[in-house]
């Protein structure tokens, strides 16, 4: 019996959200009893016996080039296929958009019980009980899961990466690739930006910022601290950025290590999106603002003053 921990990759670069399932994973295995090995799919550039440093001691990889990139249906297929064969009872899922799209259609398959949006290692002390978020971060449930084989998808940012000494044994596994049903034909990518989903700085701007002209000193920070931008809905919806930018409930769910929210009020929408960032930092001139109860740093201050004062501090910094 072993917990299964998958690992997420894109272009043959493993997630940053996959040490931290590794990580949570091992610590299940060694809380039930089990053995923590992990799945890769695809092709990868990582080192894979190195991830042996988070607790796995066994590696398998399906490293068809027909699986480098997602495919939910396709990676459904193949991962049943992989837990029948490998015996996993328990398999461990970052809740990231593949581990979204994935994770719910391998439990229906599988019939197992699912937990999405889990936060904390399952209390195993009287059966399987996991804390996991609902009403986007308002409130915690605690799920109890009764079926031989679970899944778990954990919440990015809710457990800390944990790496000590050790390496993996890979081992391929031949199982044949379904066809697809539906077939990519283009991709167009935003190209010399971070990609938002990915970064780990995101410097985000609101309706407080006025209008358009006034992002220059947003882009300027973003690119200065090597992250991302984002925006509000409401600046999404009046055109002043493009709608890839917009966070939140509506939008795209982000969990980066720093996210300043400057201008932006913090309705529950917003939050919805935002509220599993490591360190959310809100500069706004109201000291009401709702956004400053989830920071964990606040400037009350007028943006056009602040922002630029943290740019030149920047500069300054990065000068020496
Ligand atoms: C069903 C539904 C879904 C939604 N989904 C989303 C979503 O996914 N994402 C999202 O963002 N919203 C979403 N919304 C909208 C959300 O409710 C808010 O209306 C929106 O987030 C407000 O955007 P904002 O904070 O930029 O603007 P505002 O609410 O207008 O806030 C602007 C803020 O800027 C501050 N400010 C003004 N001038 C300055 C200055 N010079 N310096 C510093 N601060 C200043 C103000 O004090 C204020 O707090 C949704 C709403 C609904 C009903």
């Known amino acids: 019996m072993s917990v299964l921990i998958f690992i997420d990759q894109s272009e043959g670069v493993i997630k940053k959200n996959s040490f931290e399932a590794l990580s ?191 992002w220059g000193m947003i882009e300027e920070l973003a690119s200065l601290l090597g992250g991302a931008t984002a925006c509000s809905r409401a600046v999404a919806d009046v055109h002043w950025r493009p709608h890839h930018e917009h966070v939140g409930q509506t939008g795209l769910a982000i969990a980066p290590n720093l996210y300043m929210a400057i201008g932006i009020s913090g309705a529950i929408q917003h939050l919805a999106g935002v509220n599993r960032s490591k360190v959310i930092v809100v500069i706004n001139k109201d000291p009401e603002a709702p956004f400053f109860k989830a920071a964990d740093y606040g400037i009350v201050g007028d943006a056009f003053e602040v922002v630029p004062k943290i740019i030149e501090s920047v500069k300054k910094l990065k000068s020496h």
């Open 24 to 214: 949570y994973g091992a610590k299940v295995a060694e809380l039930t009893g089990q053995e923590a090995v992990g799945i890769v799919l695809g092709q990868v550039k990582h080192d894979l016996p190195s991830l042996g440093k988070y607790g796995v001691k066994k590696i398998y990889q399906v490293g068809k080039p027909e699986l480098d990139h997602l495919d939910a249906q396709v990676y459904t297929q193949v991962l049943a296929e992989v837990v029948q064969q490998t015996g996993a009872v328990t398999i461990i899922f970052s809740n990231s958009l593949t581990g979204k799209s994935v994770a719910a259609r391998l439990a229906a398959r599988l019939k197992a019980g699912f937990v999405s949006g889990a936060v904390a290692l399952p209390d195993v002390s009287n059966g399987f009980v996991v804390k996991k978020n609902v009403f986007s971060g308002k409130a915690f449930a605690y799920v109890s899961v009764n079926t031989p084989v679970k899944i778990i998808a954990l919440n990015q940012n809710a457990y800390a990466v944990s790496a000590g000494e050790g390496t993996a044994e890979v081992i391929a596994l031949d199982i044949a690739v379904p066809a697809p049903k539906v077939k990519v034909t283009a991709t167009n990518k935003v190209t010399g930006t971070v990609p938002l989903g990915e970064a780990e700085i995101v410097i985000s701007g609101g309706r407080g910022l006025k209008g358009p002209e006034n």
